[in-house]
């Protein structure tokens, strides 16, 4: 059979051969594939962002990678032998961008013989904004009750601020970063703690890594309380002179420590106004005065004087009658 002939019976009828043609590799395929097993994984991808710009919105990414083998090499293949990675280091400005995702494999993968590995998806769409540094104050989170009647009267934190790197408006919003929770339950005395801060976003970098020293200083807390309508005294009176006429009881506050004005029983002269240096009648401004501890103070005065009329006491004694008021005698100062 010359060439001629060999060629004319290889074209002769070629379309129902071509198609006999195809079906036998799709049947392979199909008889091959049935003999492979797959196995499915799901990868944390790993944003390598050491340039310019970092992911403003990160998650848990996940690429999906399928592989298909023979059933002792698919046995053999697991989730650690492959690494998904997106690099931002390229990227210097901010914006959206769709970056490629590398599919890495374990150095000893390349011993298996695996058919097929696919991955799901080919690259990904993320927001960057340009990197920033900034030096931001560190607060204590305090927790709990004090004691009653204390409270924090300052605190100090070391270090007081920590460097912070992360995307420049998101810096911007960040006024301060919490420690983690210190417990002043029931507690009245000064005391020093170890702790940690707590990232307030996972975007941002903080390059302290503790521990954080807390010192805090604890003091008494302060009230206010009101007395209304406490009666007045009269001190100093010289016996030649008479008060004349009624005088209305003083409302004033007290401030001090919760601890002691809570419980703090007024003295009965413990409001007053001091007579001694008047000599003659007439009518007076006296400034009202107070008899309580020091460790408290008025704060508050319903009235910082009181007019006051004095009269000589009469030479003749005095008949009374139902009908008449009687004059109101003030302590003797002499």
Aim: proline share 5%; charged share 25%; with cysteine.
């Amino acid at each position: 059979m010359n060439l001629k002939q060999l060629t004319n019976k290889l074209l002769n009828k070629w379309p129902y051969k071509l198609l006999c043609l195809g079906l036998a590799i799709v049947v392979y395929i199909i008889h091959s594939s049935m003999e492979f097993d797959t196995k499915n994984f799901s990868i944390p991808l790993n944003v390598i962002e050491e340039g310019a710009v970092v992911d403003i919105a990160p998650a848990s990414y996940k690429v999906q990678v399928r592989v298909r083998s023979d059933a002792e090499t698919i046995a053999s293949i697991h989730e650690n032998d492959f690494t998904a990675s997106v690099n931002l280091n390229n990227i210097s400005e901010s914006g959206e961008y769709q970056f490629p995702i590398y599919l890495a494999v374990n150095k000893d993968f390349s011993d298996k013989d695996v058919f097929e590995i696919k991955q799901k998806p080919k690259s990904i769409k993320l927001k960057v904004e340009k990197k920033d540094v900034s030096y931001i104050k560190l607060e204590p989170s305090f927790v709990g009750e004090p004691a009653h009647g204390y409270e924090v009267a300052e605190f100090s934190i070391e270090p007081e601020y920590v460097e912070v790197v992360g995307p420049e408006s998101i810096l911007k919003n960040t006024k301060s970063i919490k420690t983690e929770k210190i417990d002043l339950t029931n507690v009245k005395n000064d005391f020093t703690i170890e702790t940690k801060y707590k990232n307030p976003n996972s975007v941002l970098q903080v390059s302290e890594k503790g521990p954080l020293t807390v010192k805090i200083t604890m003091t008494t807390s302060k009230m206010d309380r009101t007395f209304e309508n406490i009666p007045l005294n009269f001190r100093g009176l010289k016996s030649s002179l008479i008060l004349i006429g009624d005088y209305p009881g003083i409302t004033f506050t007290l401030n001090g420590s919760i601890n002691s004005l809570e419980t703090y029983e007024l003295l009965t002269s413990a409001v007053y106004l001091d007579l001694s240096n008047i000599t003659e009648e007439g009518t007076y401004e006296v400034p009202v005065q107070f008899t309580i501890p020091s460790y408290f103070t008025v704060k508050e005065k319903g009235v910082e004087s009181v007019t006051v009329t004095v009269e000589k006491v009469p030479e003749t004694p005095i008949t009374v009658t139902e009908n008449d008021s009687n004059p109101v005698q003030a302590e003797s100062g002499e």
